[in-house]
């Protein structure tokens, strides 16, 4: 993805965020379970990027590691009103199967750990976009409704930035 498309897909979805409301309230335990696990999501592909910036040798691998760390960072803060108004308890740091996979990547590297990351991200942004997909079906709130559909596409822009670069490698 060229570095232009990156800082205008960036400035759409940082416009879209900030529209977000402060006083949401939740319509349906499956909104609340979504946002739970997309809160979730958020925080192992921080822990796993920062790892990888770390620890990646490509630079392509990398710097998407930073704009991963970068972009989940703003998608935490951005549904911030939406855990706050539900009153859901935001997650910390990664799940047990997430520290699984960060404890398996501590143990490699150069282009191992390179390909197994990507390979991380690839998986990881498809579940959260066919979740992601989902819930914007399925929400009957509409202002929920237009932030999943703006996190759906930075979701979606992240797994094929993460699958044109796993091919690479």
Not at 30 to 48: G, P, R, Y
Not at 122 to 132: E, G, N, P, R, Y
Not at 136 to 151: E, H, L, P, Q, S
């Amino acid at each position: 993805m060229k570095r232009s498309t990156q800082i205008i897909c960036c400035a759409v979805l940082s416009f879209a965020f900030g529209m977000m409301p402060t006083n949401a309230t939740a319509q349906s335990d499956d909104d609340k379970k979504f946002l739970a696990m997309a809160a979730q999501s958020d925080q192992n592909e921080i822990a796993l990027s920062k790892m990888a910036e770390q620890k990646a040798t490509n630079p392509d691998v990398k710097a998407f590691a930073e704009k991963m760390i970068a972009e989940h960072t703003q998608m935490t803060a951005s549904m911030k009103p939406f855990v706050d108004a539900w009153g859901l308890t935001p997650p910390t740091g990664p799940d047990a199967d997430h520290q699984k996979e960060l404890d398996k990547l501590n143990g490699l590297s150069g282009n191992d750990f390179d390909k197994a990351y990507m390979k991380d991200m690839v998986s990881d942004h498809t579940k959260a976009l066919s979740a992601f997909t989902k819930e914007a079906k399925d929400t009957k709130d509409a202002k929920f409704r237009a932030a999943v559909i703006k996190g759906k596409t930075a979701v979606a822009a992240h797994k094929n930035m993460a699958y044109d670069l796993e091919k690479k490698l």
